[in-house]
């Protein structure tokens, strides 16, 4: 019954920004955590960041300094804020769900494309 739709993903340059949105629909309030995933070509699925109902976050460590999860309530959406991207950001991103932060995503988005060029 959750839905989650990605959008903002682009071509970009290294050293460019993107902000990505994540809208959400349907009874989310017994996921308490909500985060974004991402998968490069030829390698595993990794969490990027994730930010839990008190708002409280965690990062990356490849990303950390540098990308910003944040979320508003109000208009039922989560962000990421993505600078100084360089070509290792380059993957699909998808906006997840998780029962807290410590499980694994139970809802995935269906993606939105990153291409960081060098």
């Known amino acids: 019954q959750v839905q989650l739709v990605e959008s903002g993903g682009a071509s970009v340059q290294s050293g460019g920004s993107l902000r990505l949105s994540c809208e959400y629909s349907?009874?989310?309030?017994?996921?308490?955590?909500m985060g974004w995933y991402r998968q490069a070509p030829g390698k595993e699925r990794e969490s990027v960041a994730t930010?839990?109902?008190?708002?409280?976050?965690t990062y990356a460590d490849s990303v950390k300094g540098r990308f910003t999860i944040s979320q508003e309530y109000v208009k039922n959406s989560i962000y990421l804020q993505m600078d100084d991207l360089t070509p290792d950001e380059t993957a699909m991103y998808y906006c997840v769900t998780m029962r807290v932060c410590q499980l694994p995503p139970n809802v995935w988005g269906q993606g939105t494309q990153v291409t960081v060029s060098a």
């Open positions: 930010i839990d109902d008190v708002g409280s976050t």
């Open positions: 349907g009874p989310v309030y017994s996921n308490l955590c």
